[in-house]
DNA sequence: GTCTATATCATGATAGAC
DNA sequence: GTCTATCATGATATAGAC
């Protein structure tokens, strides 16, 4: 009985602490916030986690694990579907950034509040939460780069890893203001409700993403050895 | 002589305040650490700003005003220079994103600090702080809004404001991560020493910026209305 | 303008009863 | 597993001497 109900509150404490983080940053947020929200004592979140941090990794941990699974597994798919070739650059990169914004759409593993949670995390993180990030996505970060590379043999490695890192800028700043509404300005785009809007974003960052990928290379100053 | 000091002490606080900003964001940095950084007395933030708050938007004030103030000289004489032609949009993306970058070889506008706590600032507001850069930043973007949709009259006008949203993105993410080293990775990328990196950074940006404005406009799945 | 000293409050964490 | 009560610390802000 006891041991039935500590599994909702594990839950309820994730689940506000996952919105409570998105909205108010980790710093922002205290653990009186986050118990007062999900209505169980100030004490379990302790009991149930440890720590603070542990909390933070695990709101982390629980979508992530999922998430990479995820792109590792649809990756695996194209290249056994490719065979000898090599797998589109289009395809990869709807891989990567397509399954992580469909999630918007699944409840389940947290919607667009983890969504935005993640794309606030990934440019301000705590020293400890962005050492804990980038071993959570290592391994899926060495694939996806491998299969780029031999996606685009003829734009040199270094110029992927920044595209690459591009990338996940624009998805990051994508992600961290839809529904908020865009940051810095208070451009109204007409002619959406909010509803198009999410649907359309995926296409709309795509395009994008792909443009800014397969752009023509870029001419350095110093026209020294660009690698 | 008390009053010649005062704007030592004036500047020493905001010095320090940019610093630990950038380093550990604003509910991560209290009033102690800026004090005790800048060697001033901790009473001396409220006797100077008022409050925490207030010097925050000094922080940012105090280098925005220069940014933005050039933002518009730039892109006043690129209309001037192109008469009753548009101006290409790559002199437009580089007159906004090419004048922030450019920051960073002067030390005088803040440097990298400076760009570094822009770039995580602008993915983690805190609400008075996102108020107050939307209201600094909203006569340029206007003005940078319009040229775009001269420059570019075949691309529907909702699509250009995405664009340039997800050009911030690349950007704040580019200039945050930029020495620190790439957030979410540990990519090496050889050949390269750190001030290679930024000085290549710009082109690299820009190829990619272009690259993703410029990309065929993306496919609806409703392929309703694509305004 | 600068400093010391302090008021007031919120934080993360834990001990120990139930 | 859950609760109350509390500890130790650090936060912003300010009053008042110099």
Redesign the interface.
């Known amino acids: 009985m006891a041991e039935v109900r500590s599994v909702d509150t594990r839950e309820r404490i994730l689940d506000a602490a996952e919105r409570l983080f998105m909205a108010?940053?980790y710093?922002?947020t205290s653990m009186r916030h986050i118990t007062g929200e999900a209505g169980v004592n100030l004490a379990a979140v302790n009991y149930h986690f440890g720590s603070k941090e542990s909390l933070m990794q695990e709101v982390f941990r629980r979508r992530l694990d999922w998430l990479n699974d995820e792109r590792m597994r649809v990756l695996d798919a194209l290249e056994a579907e490719a065979g000898e070739q090599p797998v589109k650059p289009s395809a990869i990169v709807d891989a990567f950034f397509g399954t992580l914004l469909r999630m918007a759409d699944d409840e389940k593993r947290g919607g667009v509040t983890f969504l935005r949670l993640l794309?606030?995390t990934?440019?301000?993180?705590?020293e400890f939460i962005?050492a804990f990030?980038?071993h959570e996505?290592?391994t899926v970060?060495d694939r996806y780069?491998e299969a780029l590379f031999r996606a685009l043999p003829e734009v040199p490695?270094?110029?992927i890893?920044?595209?690459f890192?591009?990338?996940?800028?624009?998805?990051?700043?994508?992600i961290?203001?839809t529904d908020a509404l865009?940051?810095?300005?208070?451009?109204q785009?007409?002619?959406?409700d909010a509803t198009d809007r999410l649907?359309?974003?995926v296409?709309?960052?795509?395009?994008?993403?792909?443009?800014?990928?397969?752009?023509?290379?870029?001419?350095?100053?110093?026209a020294a050895?660009a690698?």
Chains 1, 2 share one sequence.
Do not use: C, N
Not at 122 to 126: A, E, F, R, Y
Not at 166 to 174: D, E, I, N, V
Not at 182 to 187: A, G, K, N, Q, S
Not at 203 to 222: E, H, Y
């Open positions: 108010h940053g710093d922002g794309g606030r990934l440019t301000d993180p705590s962005r990030l980038a996505y290592k970060m780069k490695k270094a110029e890893v920044w595209r890192h591009f990338m996940l800028g624009a998805t990051s700043y994508a961290a203001g865009r940051l810095v300005t208070d451009w785009i007409e002619d959406e649907d359309r974003l296409p709309r960052l795509m395009s994008f993403l792909i443009g800014g990928l397969r752009a023509p290379l870029p001419q350095f100053a110093d050895g690698d």
